[in-house]
């Protein structure tokens, strides 16, 4: 399958989309907030750290716009899904 992309992902958000994601057998690629990246990139060495195959959760730092470019132009991914806050 091909990897679905959450862009802009908070921890609790993060994880709620992500799990039933990998559950059904999809790769996902998490774009965290650029000043909150910490919370996606513990989860993915948590992931190393239970054996999970390195290509099923991917992180991508970085600046928003850069990346989300990249991340949407890219041929191999299937879907996209935008994740945002409002305080």
């Not at 992931?47 to 890219?74: D, K, R, W, Y």
Request: one cysteine or more; proline letters at 7%.
């Amino acid at each position: 399958m091909r990897p679905r992309c959450w862009y802009n992902a908070q921890p609790t958000i993060l994880n709620t989309m992500l799990a039933p994601a990998l559950a059904f057998g999809n790769t996902a690629v998490v774009k965290p907030a650029e000043v909150t990246p910490m919370s996606a990139v513990l989860l993915a060495e948590l992931m190393i750290e239970a054996e999970m195959p390195s290509s099923v959760c991917n992180v991508v730092t970085g600046v928003g716009v850069e990346a989300g470019i990249a991340l949407t132009q890219h041929s191999d991914v299937a879907h996209i899904k935008f994740v945002t806050l409002t305080f």
